[in-house]
């Protein structure tokens, strides 16, 4: 019998709905996955930051790639040993697995760019590992301390929110800024896109505001086509935002790469998921983005390899 990819998805389609761990609509998705679709995951998703050891696990999800993070902590940047880097060239190469982005996520989220000088360095770091590893993306976080939004202690006027919504939309929000912060950064980027540029790596954006907002700070910035937004359907959810739009608005020039997470549910297309996961896959599509989306959840407890691959096979299939 001839072993096609066909059979295999198949095969793991059947495997998980006799073990219950798929809803019909997932078991769907699960029988057949287009392969033009690349699918990574954020390696603190995927058992630990910065550790190459577990390619392997990957490989056994399912996923195409990971998200590399750039370091831990000020005192611990693994990717800037030559070492580290080798080890997963190697072993990405003897598993198959890709390199989607390196992520300066959770360092400049605790050691914001807007306001601690020392950050700039993980930026120039994300830019040197991901040049080392063959990467084109690298992911610039803004939550937590490095929120760009203007925080409210205690709320907006009575409002329970900690920032001010300054939409005239009823129905979408928008957020008033910290413009100290936002200035910060924009002289920030105008003096390190040109090394981005000369590393013809990418810097992608991901924060908590919304796609016009971004696009005002990558003008201001310069403009340079290796400025971009690191799109992340869940987040943009929680805040408001009206997604489609939003993916429209940004086109595919200015999304340099994809988070996919629901923060209401672990595994896709479960009747309790908040984001609509299929009208930003149509979204996708109509802009023509033909890039990575890379899942940011590990599935439920204990449920790591099922849900995963589940998740993938899902993406592949609604994404296609």
Known sequence: MEITRRTV??????????????TALQ??????????VKVGMCDWNLGGSCNPELIPK?????????????GLNANNIPLRKPEVRDR?????????????????????NAIPLASEPQSAMYV????????????????????????LRLPYPGG??????????????????????????????VDFLRQVVPRAEDAGV?????????????????????GSPMLQVYYDVGNSTGGGYDVPAEIHL??????????????????????DAQVDMAACAKAFREIGYNKWYVLETSGRDKQFLPDTQANVAFTKKLFG
């Open 27 to 36: 078991q769907s998705h699960a029988a057949e996955s287009p392969a033009g």
């Open 58 to 70: 990957a490989k056994e999800a399912h996923l195409d790639g990971i998200q590399v993070s750039v």
């Open 156 to 185: 907006y006027y009575g409002t329970g929110e900690g920032y001010r919504n300054i939409s005239k939309d009823p129905v979408w929000k928008e957020w008033e800024l910290d413009t100290l912060k936002v200035r910060r950064l």
């Open 202 to 222: 990418i810097l992608g954006l991901e924060n908590t505001l919304s796609a016009a907002q971004n696009l005002d700070i990558i003008d201001r910035a310069g």
């Open 88 to 108: 997963y060239l190697a072993l990405g190469k003897e598993y198959g697995i890709e390199f989607c982005s390196v992520a300066a996520g959770g360092i400049l």
């Open 124 to 147: 120039l770091d994300a830019i040197e590992a991901a040049k080392a590893l063959g990467i084109s993306c690298t992911l610039l976080a803004f939550f937590g301390d490095g929120d």
């Open 9 to 22: 998805l198949k095969g793991i389609g059947a495997g998980m709905l006799a073990s219950g761990s798929l």
């Open 250 to 271: 940004l086109g595919k020039d200015r999304i340099c790469e994809v988070h996919l997470k629901d923060s209401k549910t672990r595994v896709f297309g479960t009747p």
